[in-house]
């Protein structure tokens, strides 16, 4: 029974082996009939392409980035009006998403050219904080983009004038100095001339009186374009 076994076991590796020679001695026949037919560059030519495909199979699903931060373009810091536009530029294909002190307000579609618009953006009182992110669905999520800061005032700055005390004076010499306060990053033009401003708001100019009444206008103007303008007499009594 044991040896019955064994013959069995010994038909049956004798079987493997007869259909491995067959189709080895088959394929080389069919080699041998490929380069017969097309040449021994074209099989060589046809096996180097299996192989590229491949790898570049491969290489594909490994090589799917990210698509980059997108890049925000706000031309001003500060600004009077409650809506503004917001440009910018990102992986075409991809779609942005807006976020304002790290919440999401919106997203649109980025051109073939690469550049994106939000339109009418509202804008809360003072700091607004900007950034954005773009998207692509093979490929998920950029970083977010470098943050902007818009600040929202409509509200003009204040002045004060102790240089001259009164908005009507009389003085006996020519020179005067117009000394002031306002907010701080604040521009003055006193008579259409650049004051001197320190870093609290502080200004000081010193101006020429002709003989007889001088008006004299003092422009105070805000990062924001926001504007207060106020008017004095300075008369020179020679």
């Known amino acids: ?3 019955f076994k064994r013959s069995r076991l010994e038909r049956k590796k004798e079987e493997q082996i007869t259909k491995k020679t067959i189709f080895l001695g088959f394929l080389t026949v069919l080699i041998f009939g490929l ?11 046809f096996s180097i392409f299996l192989g ?22 706000v031309p001003f810091e500060a600004t009077s009006s409650s809506k503004i536009k917001i440009d910018g530029f990102a992986e075409s294909g991809s779609t942005v998403e ?14 073939d ?16 904080n900007f950034s954005a992110v773009a998207i692509k ?8 983009s470098k943050e902007i800061l818009v600040v929202f005032d409509n509200k003009s700055p204040e002045i004060f004038i102790s240089s001259p005390g009164e908005d009507s004076i009389v003085v006996d010499s020519p020179d005067f100095d ?15 001339r650049l004051a001197t401003v320190d870093n609290e708001g502080n200004f000081k100019i010193k ?24 008017k004095v007499t300075i008369t020179y009594d020679i």
């Open 98 to 111: 807006l976020l304002k002190n790290d919440e999401s307000i919106g997203s649109v579609d980025v051109s």
């Open 178 to 192: 117009v000394i002031g306060k306002s907010e701080k990053g604040v521009s003055v033009l006193v008579n259409n």
């Open 1 to 3: 029974m044991a040896d």
């Open 52 to 73: 590229n495909s491949k790898s570049n199979k491969e290489v594909n699903e490994e090589n799917v980035l990210p698509p980059l931060a997108p890049r925000l373009v």
């Open 207 to 230: 101006i020429q009186l002709n003989a007889g009444k001088n008006e004299v206008e003092i422009i105070v103007k805000d990062s924001a374009l926001n504007e207060t303008r106020k």
């Open 113 to 128: 050219e690469g550049d994106f618009s939000f339109e009418n953006v509202e804008l809360s009182d003072g700091d607004n």
């Open 137 to 144: 669905e093979e490929s998920g999520s950029s970083e977010v």
């Open 35 to 45: 380069i017969i037919i097309f040449g021994l560059p074209f099989l060589i030519n």
